[in-house]
């Protein structure tokens, strides 16, 4: 790590937003609506609660898909978004795994720090720069690390920053700048900063931490490739191209996390399960913000809600832009509803197995983002003109009750799926 402070930069050589993203990714000016993601069919929602759960390996997970596979053609499978994201966990949770055993033989927690003078102070400053960052953007959030290890919640901390500044490469004052070739170039930053040469100090910071926890690049990777499909799409034909872009956007920042916040010595859960349960969080997330963001979205000409669920009830494009309640509109609404609300339950099997300092952020903040589904519900569906959102007072009672559930223990084999 000391060799890559060497490359910092001071935020004052960055240009851009607040968050200092460089002006060296920045290209050729193009118009871009940014918005957000949402869900699909009943027997969609059916297979994915029961994939999610159970199966063993990846043929049990998926039986169409082996014998595909097998096909002695040698013509390649189509997987589906749940899929292709389920290798991605599987290999976040081996990982873990790998690292875990190596730390167990060297009877090491995390990696200590190499004082090499001069160095650490300016990490220090890196850090803390991104946790004002993070007290910037995420208050309450910010204030749920404060329970965690200092050298867990720093981590924490740069992860946040580095995906606040990816998100506001499409979604930022400068987003109508942003290229794909931007976000190349911002992949190679990434790539640079996993391989010790971070470009300025709130990459330093994330280039610290990726060497002290057992993160994948990957997660990090297909976040960009979200902020490219936003890009260029803004429309989703199914629920299956929605589940992809939701896993881009929000539930890499699930499997980024884990490891950062770690499991909870006592659980008995497969690590799989648990990355299992956090890729939903993001999900339920992700769902839930598309769904209170439906008209500010329509207004930027995108629609994030699956074209066959739309038609299937009798819904167009027009209507959404149109922005009437109707009953229609309403029976649609408790269907998506309803499926976020399973990727939340989905998520609540893993938090209790976190290790017990990493609970209660994760508890608050998902206790309040699925409240955001109750007050579309109280607005009666309108979200083309109201926006829902959670007042103070419902902030500061879940903050209780989120501390209170993260005092329970690991549940684990009862209630987690056995992978
Ligand atoms: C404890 C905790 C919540 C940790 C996560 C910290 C972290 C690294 C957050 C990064 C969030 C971020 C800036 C993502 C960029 C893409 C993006 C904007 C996604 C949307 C978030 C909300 O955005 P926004 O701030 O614009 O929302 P508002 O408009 O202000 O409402 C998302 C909707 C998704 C964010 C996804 C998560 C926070 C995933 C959380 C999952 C975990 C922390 C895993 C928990 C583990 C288990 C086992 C359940």
């Known amino acids: 790590m000391p060799l890559a402070l060497l490359w910092v930069v001071t935020p004052s050589t960055e240009v851009c937003s607040g968050l200092g993203v460089t002006d060296s990714l920045v290209g050729r000016s193009i118009s871009n609506g940014r918005s957000k993601r949402i869900s699909k069919k009943q027997e969609n929602l059916n297979s994915w609660r029961l994939n999610v759960a159970k199966p063993k390996n990846r ?21 589906s978004s749940e899929q292709r994201v ?23 927690d995390v990696k200590p720090d190499i004082a090499v003078p001069g160095t650490l102070s300016l990490l220090g400053e890196a850090y803390d720069r991104c946790g004002e960052v993070c007290a910037e953007y995420a208050k309450t959030f910010y204030l749920g690390t404060q329970l965690m290890t200092p050298t867990r919640r720093k981590a924490i901390w740069a992860i946040y920053v580095w995906c606040r500044r990816t998100d506001e490469l499409v979604d930022g004052p400068n987003a109508s700048h942003i290229t794909p070739t931007a976000l190349d170039r911002w ?23 990726v060497t002290r926890f057992p993160i994948d690049i990957q997660p990090f990777k ?3 490739e979200g902020m ?64 209170r963001d439906v008209g500010e979205d329509s207004r930027r000409g995108r629609v994030y809600l699956p074209q066959d669920e739309l038609a299937q009830a009798g819904l167009s494009d027009e209507d959404i832009f149109t922005g009437k309640v109707t009953d229609k509109w309403r029976n649609f609404m408790k269907k998506q509803i309803k499926r976020a609300r399973m990727f939340f339950d989905e998520a609540e099997k893993g938090v209790s197995e976190l290790s017990a300092a990493s609970r209660w952020p994760v508890w608050a903040s998902l206790l309040l983002y699925r409240e955001i589904l109750d007050e579309i519900e109280a607005n009666d569906y309108n979200n083309f003109t109201k926006r829902a959102y959670v007042s103070k007072a419902k902030k500061l009672l879940a ?14 084999i009862s209630s987690m799926s056995k992978v």
């Open 187 to 209: 992949e190679a930053r990434l790539e640079d900063l996993f391989s010790g040469r971070p470009f300025d100090m709130l990459d330093a910071a994330l280039c610290d931490t």
């Open 86 to 108: 389920y290798d991605v966990v599987l290999k976040q949770a081996a990982l873990v795994n790998r690292e875990l055993k190596k730390r167990e033989d060297l009877d090491l």
């Open 399 to 412: 903050l209780p009750i989120a501390y209170a559930k993260a005092k329970l223990p690991p549940r684990s």
């Open 228 to 291: 490219r499909l936003d890009l260029r799409k803004s429309r989703y034909k199914n629920f299956d191209e929605l589940y992809l872009y939701c896993y881009y956007v929000a539930g890499t920042v699930g499997l980024m996390s884990v490891p950062v916040m770690g499991i909870a010595p006592e659980s008995k859960a497969p690590t799989e399960s648990v990355y299992n349960a956090a890729l939903a969080l993001g999900i339920a997330n992700q769902l839930t913000n598309i769904l």
């Open 222 to 224: 297909d976040m960009i």
């Open 59 to 79: 043929s049990e997970r998926y039986p169409v898909l082996s014998s595909m596979v097998a096909n002695p053609t040698g013509e390649m499978a189509v997987l």
